[in-house]
T-cell receptor, first 112, second 113 residues
C-alpha cells in the first residue's frame, strides 16, 4: 500500500463545476503540499498545509490531521485548470529531517 | 527573484555512461531537493541537501549521488546509466526544509539509449 493515496486518478468535468480531489496518507507528517503540473510543464506549488484550511482564488485546500486526509477543491472550474494535481506529504524523520512522499496524481480535464 | 534553474534541459546518453545535472536554487534558499519523475512511478524523492550536507536520501541505488556547494547550487550525478534511468529529473528549493513551500525548476529530461 502506498503511503499517499489520491483519488480519483482521473477526473473529467464541465466548465463551472465544483471539483474535489482527495489525498489520504498513512504516516505522521509535518506538512502536506498540493502541487499542479500542466502537460509538458513544470510543477507549481499551490498550497502548503500543516493544519486547517487555506484559500487562494478559486482553490481551497483542507487538511484533517487526525483523519490523515486532505482535500483540494476547485470552485467554478475552468479549462485552464486542466492539469495533474499531486499531493505530497512531508514525513517526519526526526529533527529537521523530513522526506517528501508523493501521490500518483489526479489528471483533471475540464471541458468548455 | 529569479526562479530555480536547471541545466541542461535535455540530455541523451547511452547505457554505461555517467551524467551530471545542475540546479541553481532561488537566492537565499538553502534547501535543495532532487526528484525523479517517470510515467510508471510518478514523482520519487532522491535526496535533499542543506548547507552542503546531504540531509536525507530516498530509496535509490548508490549510482545516484549529489552534492551542494557553498552558494547552495547543487549537482546530481548518475553513474553507469541504465535504460530505466530515463526520466524527468526535477530539483526544488526552499528556504529551510521540505516543509516549506517548494519551488520547482523546469527539470532535465534524460533519455538513456
Amino acid at each position: 500500500k502506498n503511503e499517499v493515496e489520491q483519488s480519483p486518478q482521473n477526473l473529467t468535468a464541465q466548465e463551472g463545476e465544483f471539483i474535489t480531489i482527495n489525498c489520504s496518507y498513512s504516516v505522521g507528517i509535518s506538512a502536506l503540499h498540493w502541487l499542479q503540473q500542466h502537460p509538458g510543464g513544470g510543477i507549481v506549488s499551490l498550497f502548503m498545509l500543516s493544519s486547517g484550511k487555506k484559500k487562494h482564488g478559486r482553490l481551497i485546500a483542507t487538511i484533517n490531521i487526525q483523519e490523515k486526509h486532505s482535500s483540494l477543491h476547485i470552485t467554478a472550474s475552468h479549462p485552464r485548470d486542466s492539469a495533474v494535481y499531486i499531493c505530497a506529504v512531508a514525513g517526519v524523520l526526526g529533527g529537521s529531517n523530513y522526506k517528501l512522499t508523493f501521490g500518483k496524481g489526479t489528471l483533471l480535464t475540464v471541458n468548455p | 527573484k529569479a526562479g530555480v534553474t536547471q541545466t541542461p534541459r535535455y540530455l541523451i546518453k547511452t547505457r554505461g555512461q555517467q551524467v551530471t545535472l545542475s540546479c541553481s536554487p532561488i537566492s537565499g534558499h538553502r534547501s535543495v531537493s532532487w526528484y525523479q519523475q517517470t510515467p510508471g512511478q510518478g514523482l520519487q524523492f532522491l535526496f535533499e541537501y542543506f548547507s552542503e550536507t546531504q540531509r536525507n536520501k530516498g530509496n535509490f541505488p548508490g549510482r545516484f549521488s549529489g552534492r551542494q556547494f557553498s552558494n547552495s547550487r547543487s549537482e546530481m550525478n548518475v553513474s553507469t546509466l541504465e535504460l530505466g534511468d530515463s526520466a524527468l529529473y526535477l530539483c526544488a528549493s526552499s528556504p529551510q526544509t521540505v516543509t516549506d513551500t517548494q519551488y520547482f525548476g523546469p527539470g532535465t529530461r534524460l533519455t538513456v539509449l
